[in-house]
């Protein structure tokens, strides 16, 4: 099981027990890149799940979006993501489609972080955080504890239009293409 921690330290890299891959973390500080827009995701993701982004972070592709930012996307194109902008702008990098969480840890307790197909074609999926109980696409997760409450499955990564998403069970291919 993984555990959440806060991380600091600049180029510090993860192995991953399944398969035993070396990835960077997030951001590529561990949690709070907070603006990078690179939106490209880790060309060395094995299958396994990535390490947790942290309470208040938002994985952004291969940034990490930090707390009072959210995860821009872009409405077509590959990988979904554009960076992180403020979430106290009315556009996020000029489009609406936006990923405020990626784990429940981003939710308040009664709350889960919800995978919603915002546009499509190609669809897009964003998140937000709702009523526990009122995901419609899936629940996002860090570890399958995220997914205990639900009967959706373990907690699986898998890519959706070039990022890496986590969810409690798989998402539909015709939802998710790689």
Known sequence: MLRHVALAVTGLSFTLACGG???????GDGGGGGGSSSGESDPTWDGGLLPPSGPGYVRCGSATCGP??????????????NG?????LP???????VRDCDEQADCN?????????FT???ATIGSRCGPRGSCDLA???ASSADCAHTD????VAQRCRGDILQTCGELPTEVCPP
Do not use: F, H, K, M
Request: hydrophobic content about 25%.
């Open 120 to 122: 499509s074609p190609p």
């Open 68 to 81: 009072g930012d959210q995860c821009c996307l872009a409405a077509d194109g590959d990988p979904a993501t």
């Open 152 to 155: 959706a499955g373990a907690c």
């Open 109 to 117: 307790p009664d709350e889960d972080c919800c995978y919603a197909v």
């Open 84 to 88: 992180c902008d403020s979430l106290s």
């Open 139 to 141: 629940i996002a997760c």
């Open 21 to 27: 891959q070396t990835l960077p973390a997030a951001g």
């Open 91 to 97: 556009t996020c990098n000029g489009t609406q489609d």
